[in-house]
Structures are given as C-alpha cells and as structure tokens.
C-alpha cells in the first residue's frame, strides 16, 4: 500500500494549550503548519485555572483576551483559614496595579482556554487533524520526516522544515531525540475535584485552608457555588495514582479542613503525583519542544499552562522569520538559551512554594499556620514585595537579558534593559501595548516633539519593522529612568532587542544585521 505524502513548514505534535498558542501565533505570520493530536478534541477537563498578566498580554495580540476574561472570575481576594476560622484576608485586586493592563490572576478553566484559541484557529481557516497520533520522525539537515496514523488507521507521512514537540509530559518527542529530564517526583498524592459546595463562605475569595499537616486550597469557579479544590494526602497515605476513591478525597477534605461544608456535583476528579523536572535542551537540529514536554512542576503558582503559552510565543516568531527568510536561523538557538533558563527557574520556584504550603516540619508549619496568616495583607502591600511578586507570578518578570539577543551598549543609565518585556504604561490614556499588535519588529522613538520626528526607517525593512514615534510623558521617563529622548528596539514578542540614548537609525541596521542577521 501507498504511503501518501503532506508537506509543510512546522508540524506541531500535540493540540493542548501549547500546540494551540505555537498554531495561532503561526497563523498571525501567515505561517503554513499542520498540527495532530491523538486525542479527539479540546479537552473536557478544566485542568489548569489560573491566566496571568503574561499570558492575557499574548491573548490580547489574539484578539481573544477580553473573551477570557468575560468568561472567568478574576481571583480578587485570598482568604486564610486555620481550623474553619477566617484568620487573615489578603486583598489581591490592585497586586499588579500599573505593571499591566490585566493586574490580576484570571480563574478560566485550561478547558476554555483551549476553546478560545481553538476557535481563534477555525476563525481563521485552520484545524488541527483530530485522532492522529505521531509514531515516529527522522531528521536532516534539510527536514524532518514523520509517520503519523491517522483516525482511519491510515499511516501518511508528513514532511516539515520544522517540528515542534508540544506533546505533554510523556513527549514521545522528547525521547526520540535523547533528551535527559532529570528531576524527581514528589512522594506524596496530590488530589483535585470540582464541585458544588454550601458553606458560609462568600463565592468571591480564593479560599486556603491552612492545615497543621499540609494546605488545600478553594478556587472560585464561574457558576454559582463552584470551587475546584486542590490539595494533598498526608505522609502516611499509601495508596497510588488511580487506587483512591472519590470517598476518600472528600473524607480527607472534611477531616483537614474542619469546615461544615456538603460537597455536592462533583464533575472532575483526580489524583496524582507531582514531578518536578526539566529537559536539558529545548531543541536537537530542527526539532524542538516546548509545553509540559519540556518542563513539569508543582501546581504552586498556577505555572503550568502559561509557561506552555509562552513558550510557544517566544518560538512563532523566530520560526516565522527564519522561514521567511527574514531572519538567519542562527536566532532559533535563542529559544532554547531563553526558556531553558526560565525553566530551571521555574522547577526551583515552584519547589520552593509547594515546600511553603505542604512541609510537615515544624518552622513551616508555623510558617504556615501562625505567622503568614497575620502577616499576608502587610507583606503584600509592602511596595518592594509588590514590585517583585506580582511580576513573578504574572510571568511579566521574566526576562531575556543574557540572551545573544539582548544587545546592551548603551543601556548602562536606564533602569529597564535589553532583554526585558516592554513594560506597562498608557499613551495618551491607552495602553502602550495597543500599538505593539502587529507582528513585526517595532523600534519607538519617545521624544518631546513627536511633529517633527521624521519616519525615514520605513523605507528598507518596512516588511519587517514599524516605526513609532512617541510622546516623552514624565510616566516614559520614570518608567525608563531618563529623561532625554531614547529609543527601544522590540522584537515581535516585545522584549527589548536594545535600548538607546541615540536616536540615529545606523544603531537598528546594525542590531537587525549582526544579531537577527538581515540580509
Ligand atoms: C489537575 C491539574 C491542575 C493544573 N493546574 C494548573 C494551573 O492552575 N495553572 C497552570 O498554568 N497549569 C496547571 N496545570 C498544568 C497544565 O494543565 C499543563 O501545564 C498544560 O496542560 C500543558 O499544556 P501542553 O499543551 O504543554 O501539554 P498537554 O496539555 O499535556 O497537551 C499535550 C497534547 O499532546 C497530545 N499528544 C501526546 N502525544 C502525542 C502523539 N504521539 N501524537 C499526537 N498527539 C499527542 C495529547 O493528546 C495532548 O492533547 C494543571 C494540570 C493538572 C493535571
């Protein structure tokens, strides 16, 4: 029998929220791919909850962030209790205030997510081949090749220039190329169920249950009454993944958390142990991974499913640029430099706050129950607290700066620098990213006389870059820490290629030369 034969540029494996995002950030380039996933469709589950800042920063590019935010709940308050009493409430609605246009957590279920970006994808023409599952891929120098089957039983090959490994913690793409992902595995068994429950709590707070042994937690769902609630089996639980009983889960959450509370409808549950691991490379020649193929964590912090986003935001467009050979494909060794570090980061961080939450020692223990309960709303309104964990959840903080991308003469005497996102702020009342929707470069010139600036730059790299010249507000000149006319260079995922007192234009053909390598 005939093997039949599909070329492309980027075939994605895997359609979760990883797959997705790389499809529709390749759609905004006009890039042709094809994605598989084995499975039938979008999943069901709600899995991931939290959206942060980063992530609603990347929707918005989609035109999909205000739907998602239209149909969660934003996370406003976090209210502790230690044995059914309330003993501290934490007010995280302003958190992020100025840092961006979305200043707090999203609570959207990973179910919607998938939906919003799925349809953002049939809305424009694309689809992902549903029941396809990869087999097996060998590479070139020129191309990848790989066998898929298809929901018919069909075996077809498929030919791309590129292949992106977005196939979950188990990646069959991982292990095919060799990859180490070292790590471990917690020892205890985390559980998860959504359900209804009655209690005298108000459905407006994320509620935390501060237990001597562990801590769970109660996420506010859309609909009345709906919580998804995360929490963890003690130490001398021996049973493993798929032996416990729904019984079991909520006799535990009964037992730890001493709330009168009746559990009702419950829609989802599961149990599970937590990895925590990395890979140690994010691509091999023309491969690369990205999602929970290439990383897998705590729940800590909700992490997850936005680090997936962003990760394949961070690839579309150097892929996309490459392929249409605006760009040398020296620049693709700059994702596995950037979101590799991010990810040991990320394993560590996330370590560190499970740790906080679920240790049986007794200094966090009292950590835990006594002294953050008291403290929380204090240390939350510190400035310098605000300042740092805001942009650490939200995932607004990360930044590139050692990346060969990040070109920093000059920089010495701003306060933001090469290599870091584009940071908040409103022009004439809107927010700065409004006008960073287009996927291209974009070099902004903030000065005092915004009539007289001249716009010569569109003329040779006018396919690949915008040009905006902006108001120097005293907002610019605090956030940039200077107040004499500058420019910043931002590449498509708005992070600063570089920043500079000069404003002549030798400064970008030399960056879009020697760093991006334009011809
Ligand atoms: C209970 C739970 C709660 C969570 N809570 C959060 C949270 O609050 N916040 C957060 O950010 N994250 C959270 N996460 C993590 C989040 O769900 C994952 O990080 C996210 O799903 C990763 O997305 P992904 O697209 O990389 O991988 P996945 O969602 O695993 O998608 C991989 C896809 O690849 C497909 N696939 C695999 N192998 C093949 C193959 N050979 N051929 C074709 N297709 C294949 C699979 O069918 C699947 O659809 C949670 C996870 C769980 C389980």
């Given at each position: 029998?005939?093997i ?5 540029d980027?075939?994605i494996?895997?359609a979760g929220p990883t797959?997705l995002s790389?499809a529709?950030q ?11 996933d084995k499975s039938?469709g979008?999943?069901?589950y ?7 800042a980063?992530t ?8 999909i962030?205000e739907?998602?935010?239209s ?8 209210r ?7 003993r501290?409430?934490v007010d995280?609605s ?5 840092l961006?246009?979305?200043?707090y957590?999203?609570?959207?279920e ?6 919003l970006l ?5 809305a424009?023409?694309k ?5 396809t599952?990869?087999e ?6 020129a191309m990848?090749?790989?066998q ?7 075996s ?6 590129y292949l992106v490994?977005?196939d979950g913690p188990?990646s069959l793409v991982?292990h095919?190329?060799?990859l180490?992902?070292?790590g471990?595995t917690f ?17 407006n707070?994320l509620?935390?249950c501060?237990a001597?042994?562990s801590?769970?937690a ?9 919580y998804?609630i995360?929490g963890v089996?003690p130490?001398d639980?021996n ?12 006799q535990?959450?009964?037992?730890e ?7 009702s ?6 149990t599970?142990?937590v990895h925590?691991r990395h890979v140690e490379?994010f ?7 990205a999602?929970?193929s290439?990383h897998?964590?705590t729940p ?8 997936g ?5 961070n ?5 996309a640029f490459?392929?249409q050979?605006?760009?040398d494909t020296?620049?693709?060794?700059s ?5 590799l ?7 560590q961080?996330t370590d ?7 240790s049986?020692?007794?200094?966090l223990k009292?950590?835990r129950?006594?002294?953050?309960p008291?403290l929380?709303q204090?240390?939350i309104?510190l400035?310098v607290v605000?300042n740092?964990?805001f942009p650490f ?8 700066r050692?990346?060969?991308?990040s070109?920093?003469?000059?920089n010495?005497?701003f ?6 996102r584009?940071p908040y ?11 960073l929707r287009?996927?291209k470069?974009?070099?902004l010139?903030?000065?005092?006389n915004v009539q007289t600036a001249s716009?010569e730059?569109?003329s040779d790299?006018?396919n690949m ?11 610019v ?8 006319p500058?420019?910043v260079l931002?590449?498509p995922?708005?992070y600063?290629?570089?920043i500079?007192?000069k404003?002549s234009?030798?400064e970008v053909?030399i960056?879009?030369?020697?760093v991006?390598g334009?011809s």
């Amino acid at each position: 029998m005939e093997i039949s034969t599909k070329q492309t540029d980027v075939l994605i494996i895997g359609a979760g929220p990883t797959g997705l995002s790389l499809a529709c950030q390749l759609i905004r380039y006009d890039i042709d791919f094809i994605i598989i996933d084995k499975s039938g469709g979008v999943t069901d589950y709600s899995k991931a909850l939290g959206v942060h800042a980063r992530t609603l920063e990347i929707y918005e590019q989609l035109d999909i962030a205000e739907k998602a935010v239209s149909q969660g709940t934003i996370a406003g308050k976090v209210r502790m209790l230690v044995g059914a009493k309330v003993r501290g409430e934490v007010d995280l609605s302003h958190m992020g205030q100025g840092l961006s246009q979305y200043p707090y957590m999203l609570v959207l279920e990973q179910s919607k997510n998938e939906r919003l970006l799925y349809d953002y994808m049939q809305a424009h023409g694309k689809d992902v081949l549903w029941q396809t599952e990869l087999e097996s891929f060998l590479q070139t120098d020129a191309m990848v090749t790989a066998q898929v089957k298809t929901a018919s039983g069909e075996s077809i090959t498929i030919e791309a220039k590129y292949l992106v490994g977005c196939d979950g913690p188990k990646s069959l793409v991982r292990h095919a190329l060799g990859l180490g992902f070292e790590g471990s595995t917690f020892e205890r068994l985390f559980y998860v169920a959504d359900v209804q429950i009655d209690w005298s709590f108000p459905h407006n707070a994320l509620h935390v249950c501060l237990a001597r042994s562990s801590g769970m937690a109660f996420f506010p769902m859309s609909g009345e009454k709906r919580y998804r609630i995360v929490g963890v089996f003690p130490e001398d639980f021996n049973k493993d993944e798929g032996e416990t009983l729904y019984e079991e889960i909520e006799q535990r959450i009964k037992d730890e958390s001493q709330i009168d509370l009746n559990i009702s409808h419950v829609n989802w549950f599961s149990t599970y142990k937590v990895h925590t691991r990395h890979v140690e490379k994010f691509s091999s020649g023309r491969c690369f991974l990205a999602g929970d193929s290439a990383h897998v964590h705590t729940p800590a912090g909700g992490q997850g499913m936005n680090t997936g986003i962003q990760d394949a935001y961070n690839l579309a467009w150097k892929l996309a640029f490459v392929l249409q050979g605006k760009a040398d494909t020296k620049i693709l060794d700059s994702y596995n430099q950037e979101r590799l570090k991010n990810a040991k980061h990320l394993v560590q961080s996330t370590d560190r706050m499970f740790n906080l939450v679920s240790s049986s020692g007794w200094l966090l223990k009292f950590m835990r129950t006594v002294v953050m309960p008291a403290l929380a709303q204090y240390i939350i309104n510190l400035k310098v607290v605000r300042n740092s964990f805001f942009p650490f959840i939200s995932q607004i903080g990360i930044s590139y700066r050692d990346s060969a991308l990040s070109k920093h003469d000059g920089n010495e005497e701003f306060t933001i620098k090469a290599g870091d996102r584009m940071p908040y702020f409103l022009v004439d009342g809107a927010s700065i990213y409004d006008k960073l929707r287009e996927p291209k470069f974009h070099l902004l010139a903030f000065t005092y006389n915004v009539q007289t600036a001249s716009n010569e730059i569109e003329s040779d790299y006018v396919n690949m870059l915008d040009y905006q010249v902006l108001p120097l507000s005293p907002d610019v000149a605090k956030t940039f820490g200077t107040d004499k006319p500058f420019t910043v260079l931002l590449r498509p995922d708005n992070y600063i290629g570089f920043i500079s007192p000069k404003t002549s234009l030798d400064e970008v053909e030399i960056y879009l030369k020697q760093v991006i390598g334009c011809s």
